[in-house]
């Protein structure tokens, strides 16, 4: 086994950074989807009536 040498590393480094922002963008994609799939069905994210209380 070699030591990676700094060319290695940095291009190593930049593919994290480039994964980290795919992974964030991909996921806002998703998390947007999918709140506009259930806007059109209707369905909220079932926090607003979550803890209102049974007394009322």
Request: no cysteine; aromatic share 6%; hydrophobic share 35%.
């Given at each position: 086994?070699?030591?990676?040498t700094?060319?290695e590393?940095?291009?190593?480094?930049?593919d994290?950074i480039?994964?980290?922002?795919w992974?964030?963008?991909?996921?806002k994609?998703?998390?947007?989807?999918?709140?506009?799939?259930k806007?059109?069905h209707g369905?909220?994210?079932?926090?607003?009536?979550?803890?209102?209380?049974?007394?009322?």
């Amino acid at each position: 086994m070699r030591r990676l040498t700094f060319n290695e590393l940095e291009q190593i480094h930049l593919d994290i950074i480039q994964s980290s922002a795919w992974a964030k963008a991909e996921l806002k994609r998703q998390l947007g989807a999918k709140k506009r799939n259930k806007s059109e069905h209707g369905i909220d994210d079932g926090t607003a009536n979550q803890f209102k209380s049974n007394l009322l």
